[in-house]
């Protein structure tokens, strides 16, 4: 099985950027399709960002759109979410997933359910 560390979280001002690293260990990652989701108090888990495991697909939601990017590295075992322009409303604990997807290289996920392995979370405040 896979074991997912989230690192990279923080407290920032509004307008700050901040790059979150997922690492993997006991599996390679190439063989998983990644997502981010973030879920902040009272809320439900909330999607953020997919990728497929090669990397070639990608797909973010509405709520972060033009201002995060989901990426990978397959080589380091490592898959990226950069955030820009971050707003008080990002504020959450954010998590990486991960599903193995021995059929598509080009698929990606974006439902809580569609994920077997997760993370512990990392947090993220941004302050007015």
């Known amino acids: 099985q896979v074991q997912l560390v989230e690192s990279g979280g923080g407290l920032v001002q509004a307008g700050a950027s901040l790059t979150l690293s997922c690492g993997a260990s006991?599996?390679?990652?190439?063989?998983?399709?990644m997502g981010w989701f973030r879920q902040a108090p009272g809320k439900e888990r909330e999607f953020v960002a997919a990728?497929?495991?090669?990397?070639?697909?990608?797909y973010v939601g509405d709520s972060v759109k033009g201002r995060f990017t989901i990426s990978r590295d397959n080589a380091k075992n490592t898959v990226y979410l950069q955030s820009n322009s971050l707003k008080p409303e990002d504020t959450a604990v954010y998590y990486c997933?991960?599903?193995?997807?021995?059929?598509?290289?080009?698929?990606?996920?974006?439902?809580?359910?569609?994920?077997?392995?997760w993370g512990q979370g990392t947090q993220v405040t941004v302050s007015v």
């Open positions: 997933a991960a599903r193995m997807d021995p059929f598509s290289a080009t698929t990606y996920y974006t439902g809580v359910h569609d994920y077997g392995f």
């Open positions: 006991g599996r390679t990652l190439s063989t998983y399709a």
């Open positions: 990728i497929s495991r090669s990397g070639r697909s990608t």
